[in-house]
């Protein structure tokens, strides 16, 4: 094992906790998040908020859409239960 491998699970460790941390969250939170995921790639911390913020605008309404499918299909698969004791 190089140390490339290392880096890269360095890499996909801060990736997974930056995602569960910041699920769900607004921008600014998952703008940090991001920031500090893209801070292990050794890019400055600068550039890497100028790269999230000219992609914020596309990625921000598709999670949005997410969010709000992910509740509602959940809100149905809990319901569905539900019907059949009230019966």
């Known amino acids: 094992r190089g140390l490339g491998d290392v880096y890269k699970r ?11 941390a ?6 600014i939170a998952a703008m ?3 920031s500090m995921v893209l ?10 908020i100028i790269l999230i913020l000219t992609v ?3 990625i ?5 859409v997410l969010n709000v499918y992910v509740t509602a299909t959940s809100t149905v698969i809990i319901a569905k239960p539900l019907e059949k004791v009230g019966n």
């Open 10 to 20: 360095q890499v996909l460790v801060g990736s997974l906790l930056a995602a569960l």
């Open 22 to 27: 910041s699920a769900g969250a607004p921008a």
């Open 32 to 34: 940090s998040m991001m």
């Open 39 to 48: 801070g292990l790639f050794a890019l400055p911390i600068d550039a890497s």
């Open 56 to 58: 914020l605008a596309i």
């Open 60 to 64: 921000d309404p598709i999670l949005t």
